[in-house]
């Protein structure tokens, strides 16, 4: 079956860094976009990185914009998020998502996307 699992998630201090990952089973991500989104308690999921099948283009959250680096390597199936310069602010659960189709929607429209990890916790507290 098609899934997205992400991992790296953790608790670190602010001002550090994780690394998540996000890796296919079931396809391949060559062909497909991929976007991180997060979702802290009591708000809504955020879009917060977006990057597109060859890794040509990306986006950002303003929030996370210098601080956070999406890549991925297709060979490896995997998308990954460089969390950098952590904040409080940033704890929430991390998910990966892919679209199956261009539908003509902005990158942080969670609508947009079809497939969804199961999401990793990220927590950034003294």
């Known amino acids: 079956q098609l899934q997205l699992v992400e991992s790296g998630g953790g608790l670190v201090q602010p001002g550090g860094s994780l690394k998540l990952s996000c890796t296919a089973s079931g396809f391949t991500l060559d062909w497909s976009a991929i976007g991180w989104f997060r979702q802290a308690p009591g708000k809504e999921r955020e879009g917060v990185s977006h990057?597109?099948?060859?890794?040509?283009?990306?986006n950002y959250a303003d929030s996370v914009k210098g601080r956070f680096t999406i890549s991925r390597d297709n060979a490896k199936n995997t998308v990954y998020l460089q969390m950098n310069k952590l904040k409080p602010e940033d704890t929430a659960v991390y998910y990966c998502?892919?679209?199956?189709?261009?539908?003509?929607?902005?990158?942080?429209?969670?609508?947009?996307?079809?497939?969804w990890g199961q999401g990793t916790q990220v927590t950034v507290s003294s």
């Open positions: 998502a892919a679209p199956l189709y261009d539908y003509g929607r902005s990158w942080y429209d969670s609508t947009g996307y079809d497939y």
């Open positions: 990057i597109s099948s060859t890794g040509g283009s990306t």
